[in-house]
């Protein structure tokens, strides 16, 4: 078995793709996925599976959401590996003194460098920092992330991948849970 984390972006956020965790966890379970757990209401599942490929997993789970729910949402599936790798490798939790309150992990499917960054600077604003590691790009907003021109959309356009947003509580708390 692996253990994976689905994290499914946009649903129960201002009242758009409404999907009840326990109705979510319940599609997880009839996919034929073990040990499901869901946390909090924003789409974070975790599960266990014998399939190798994270890829199938996000089809079955993305054709399988707009089937019960009408909701046509991105999923993102990582490894438990991967989702320790995003948490170890934050590079602000290098200052001791950082609030972690307006810190971000945005996953990406695909793995960016220096290049990608060179194309989010623009719509970086009042003291805000974006560093990109692997498939994952962690983004301080000192002033809060509603109020950054840096949104999720802009980061998939300009990066040419999906992705998925987390603040740094959530990801701490999954990571916990996996552990």
Not at 69 to 87: A, E, P, S, W, Y
Not at 148 to 177: D, G, M, P, Q, Y
Request: aromatic share 8%; glycine share 4%; proline share 2%.
């Amino acid at each position: 078995m692996i253990t994976y984390i689905a994290l499914l972006r946009g649903i129960n956020v201002s009242g758009h793709h409404k999907i009840k965790m326990s109705e979510l966890k319940q599609l997880f379970v009839n996919l034929g996925f073990y040990e499901v757990t869901t946390y909090i209401q924003s789409g974070n599942v975790i599960f266990e599976s014998l399939q190798k490929n994270s890829s199938i997993l996000e089809e079955q789970i993305t054709e399988q959401v707009k089937k019960e729910f009408g909701h046509t949402i991105k999923v993102l599936v990582v490894t438990k590996k991967q989702l320790k790798t995003v948490f170890e490798s934050n590079p602000f939790l290098k200052n001791k003194e950082i609030d972690i309150r307006p810190l971000y992990a945005i996953i990406l499917k695909a793995n960016y460098l220096a290049k990608g960054i060179k194309r989010l600077e623009p719509y970086l604003t009042n003291d805000e920092d974006v560093k990109i590691i692997d498939n994952c790009a962690y983004i301080h907003y000192p002033n809060g992330a509603g109020k950054s021109k840096l949104t999720i959309n802009i980061i998939e356009k300009k990066l040419e991948t999906i992705a998925t947003s987390r603040n740094w509580r959530t990801i701490t708390k999954l990571v916990e849970l996996i552990n």
